[in-house]
Each structure stands twice: as C-alpha cells, then as structure tokens.
C-alpha cells in the first residue's frame, strides 16, 4: 500500500495522520479511521486495519484528533493532548478529517471508530447520513452517565466521583479551566473543564442510534461489560441493519485478536460494498 504522512488543517492546532491508499492507486472508496481515547493513529485499530483494508480497494485515514495520548506537545512547551480533550473538539476534528478526504475525491466514506472514537464516530454518523457504511469497535455507550458508569467499572475516579466533580467546579470557577486534576483510574490526568464536559457533554450512543440509517457493524470482545459498550441495546434501536459479532477471548485492545477482528471487518465490508 501507499502511505502519506499528512496535516490536516482545523480552527486550531493541525493534526497529524497517515493517508493509505491501495498499492496501485484504485480505490473504490475511502475510510475515515477514529482512534480511542488517549490513543492515537499508530497505535490499535487505526494501525491494524489499513494494510486489510487497502487490499479491498478502500483508501483510508488514520488521524489523531487534539484530544490524541494523554499529555504530549509539539514545536513549543504549551501542553495538549487528551488531558485537554472536549466533545466539541472532537466532533469537529472528525469533520475535519472527513473534510479533507472529500477534497481528495472521497465523499461519504465508511466509518470505523474504537472505543471513545466510536462513540464520536456514532455522533459524526448521526450529523452525516450519506455515510455509507459505520463499523463501532467496541464503542462505549456515552451519555450523562458515562463518568460514573466509567467510575464504576474502576477507571477515572473510582469512587469518589463527586470530589472530583466538585474540585473540577472549583478550579473553573476560579478561572483555573485547564489546571490538571491527577485521577487515581485511567486518564491519569485531565484538565478541570476537559473532567465537567465529559460529565455534561458526551452523546449518547442510544440516544443517537435512531438516527443512523446505513449499514453498521457493531464488535465488542467477550471480556468487555455490555453495559459499557452496549452493542445489542444499539442494535435494537438502530435506525437501519445492525450485525453484533462478539469475538471471543477478546479485551478491549483486541491484544492476541487483531487479525481476527480485522478478518471480521474486512468480511462484512465485502458484503456492505461488493463493488
């Protein structure tokens, strides 16, 4: 396959990717590739699928949003990264991305999105029906609850939720918007006004699902709550076909699993765009 190390210009700070496209240059279509949260486009799915997904004749783009690892900088010392991330970031670097694609001639592309990246990879789908086929990698569900359910299951503050919704309240307040809160789960670290949007303003998967009218794929490995990433719930409220597949002795970063997953992506693509 070809690969291009590409910027991808935003209201902000640029971001980076790789563009794929097939060894000789025919594609039938394009992917636009949503990496997860405080991941990045050379890490997990982003990174496992082009080379399958070229050998169908799909370009794809595998980018990081501004909300890409956890804390990172650039060509200076100011800090960004996940720590800082939003929902309205993140919603409109993938528009973005799906922008820049479409000035190389790829309109409605395909969508995959891992983890958070399919949370917003639902949320992109909703605002973009000519889309034409989504695949959710173990999406989480989203929505109001998603902190303390995340909480809940031993990641972000554990139990102690409300303290840290109450500091993060504090510290904006104050005007103190991007001071760094240490979290004893996974982020580790995040902004105090980064901590109450993901509390206010993360979509909803159920609540979006209606809305999404084009083929979708729905995966989640078989060590992965249902409650967190709710392929079935999705599906039964899924405006158009929905397929769950539930890989076995799978985690959330598909580790020992990724040449199954992506044999399961690359099938059922064949199926959605025989062309």
Excluded at 162 to 188: H, N
Excluded at 233 to 238: G, T, V
């Amino acid at each position: 396959m070809r690969t291009e190390l590409v910027s991808i210009a935003t209201d902000g700070q640029s971001l980076d990717g790789l563009y794929y496209e097939p060894a000789d240059g025919r594609c039938s279509g394009a992917v636009l590739l949503m990496h997860g949260n405080t991941m990045n486009f050379y890490v997990g799915a982003p990174r496992f699928l082009p080379p399958v997904l070229t050998r169908l004749g799909l370009a794809c783009l595998a980018y990081n949003r501004r909300g890409h690892d956890i804390l990172s900088t650039r060509d200076s010392r100011m800090p960004e990264g996940g720590a800082f991330q939003t929902a309205a970031e993140a919603i409109a670097d993938n528009n973005f991305a799906a922008a820049w694609l479409g000035a190389r001639g790829h309109a409605a592309p395909v969508v995959i999105g891992h983890s958070n990246g399919g949370m917003l990879a639902v949320h992109h789908v909703a605002e973009h029906p000519e889309t034409r086929a989504l695949v959710l990698l173990s999406a989480h569900g989203g929505g109001a609850s998603i902190l303390r359910r995340s909480s809940a299951a031993g990641l972000m503050a554990h139990d102690r939720v409300d303290e840290y919704l109450a500091e993060a309240a504090r510290l904006v307040a104050e005007g103190r918007p991007r001071e760094l809160i240490l979290m004893p789960g996974w982020w580790y670290a995040i902004t105090a006004e980064s901590l109450l949007d993901r509390d206010r303003n993360t979509p909803s998967v159920l609540e979006l699902a209606p809305r999404i009218t084009c083929p979708v794929l729905y995966l989640r490995g078989d060590q992965e709550p249902k409650d967190m990433y709710p392929a079935e719930a999705f599906a039964e409220r899924a405006g158009g076909p929905c397929d769950v597949r539930i890989v076995a002795d799978c985690d959330h970063f598909y580790n020992g699993r990724k040449d199954a997953v992506a044999a399961l992506v690359a099938d059922w693509l064949r199926l959605q765009l025989p062309s």
